[in-house]
Structure formats: C-alpha cells, structure tokens
C-alpha cells in the first residue's frame, strides 16, 4: 500500500536472490513511497523470525537488483512483469555463464524472447547486475524455480501498452508530489 516504484515482482526476485522463500509478505506506507528501503526490513525480519543470517554482500546484490530492475522498469517500453521475469530468466542462466562474453549474448538472446529492445546502457545495467550475483552465494535451484514462475505468468500475460504509460504518469507524479512535501 502507497508502494509506488517497487512492484510485486522486484520484491519477488530481490527475496528469491537473498533466499527468502514461502514467506508472507506485506508493504505499505502512510503516505506514497518508492519502497525499496522496505528490503532491508524484509532481509531483518526474515532473519530475526528464522534465525538464519543473509550475508551482507547477498542483501547488497539483492538490493541492487531491486534498484536495477525499477530503473529498468522506468526505461524499458515493456510491461514491468516482462522485465521482471526478463532479470529472473537470466538470473536461472547465471550459473551456465563462464564469461561476460556468454553473460552478454545470454541477455541478447532473453530480451530477444521477451520481445523487449535494450539500449546499451540498459545492456551494460543488466551485464553489471549480473556479474554482481554471480560472485555472490545464492541459491541458484531456488532461482530457476523462480525464473519457471515467471515464464507461467508471462504466458499468460496480456500486454497494455496503454497501461503502461498510465504507470510510468502516475509515478511521475508521485515522485514531484514526494518532493514537494520533501521541501515543505
């Protein structure tokens, strides 16, 4: 609730990184928010209810995720589920990619599959993220899990352009409205 940046799905992917699974989880706000701080309440609760600890430098990835994705999200002319399940998609490959020369093509060759067009710095974004979660511990059989939901839910997705420039206004306008009460 007043969650206006970060979407179901980054959340998703960002828990799924850091291990986070089965859990129950809801994220609201008194007034518009982007949400991402929320992770760090997620990772610290999680840790606290289960006793298990998420390395610092798994939080760190799995923030930096959440970041990218929102950005992608802002820049990509695609449904946000389609760039969601784009960065789990790549995440399920990860562990087959030795080179950023393979890391590279792999991204060319999933954007091509989603039917979304990336622009170099989109492409130099997702090869940073990636090689980032590469060098960290993850559960990589909990990643390609995530990565066969997503294919599910794209499949049955119906793309609304129109819709998506309804978001992309609306969070514009969330994001002065956040930074005129900033300045008042």
């Not at 994220?27 to 999680?46: C, D, M, Q, R, W």
Request: aromatic share 6%; charged share 30%.
């Amino acid at each position: 609730y007043n969650i206006d940046y970060c979407t179901i799905g980054m959340y998703k992917n960002a828990c799924a990184t850091a291990g986070v699974e089965d859990a129950k989880i809801i994220i609201a706000g008194p007034f518009p928010l982007s949400g991402t701080a929320a992770l760090v309440g997620i990772f610290k609760a999680y840790q606290e209810m289960t006793g298990e600890q998420i390395h610092e430098d798994v939080m760190d990835a799995a923030m930096d995720e959440l970041v990218t994705t929102g950005e992608l999200n802002q820049s990509i002319d695609a449904d946000p589920q389609q760039v969601e399940a784009l960065i789990a998609d790549l995440k399920s490959q990860l562990n087959s990619l030795d080179s950023d020369a393979d890391i590279k093509e792999a991204i060319l060759k999933t954007a091509e599959e989603y039917n979304i067009e990336l622009t170099d710095d989109e492409m130099a974004q997702i090869t940073s993220l990636l090689q980032k979660l590469k060098g960290v511990d993850v559960d990589w059989d909990s990643i390609k899990k995530q990565a066969s939901e997503w294919t599910d839910v794209i499949k049955d997705l119906d793309i609304d352009t129109e819709g998506l420039w309804d978001k992309v206004r609306n969070f514009l306008k969330s994001l002065i409205d956040a930074i005129k009460n900033l300045i008042n």
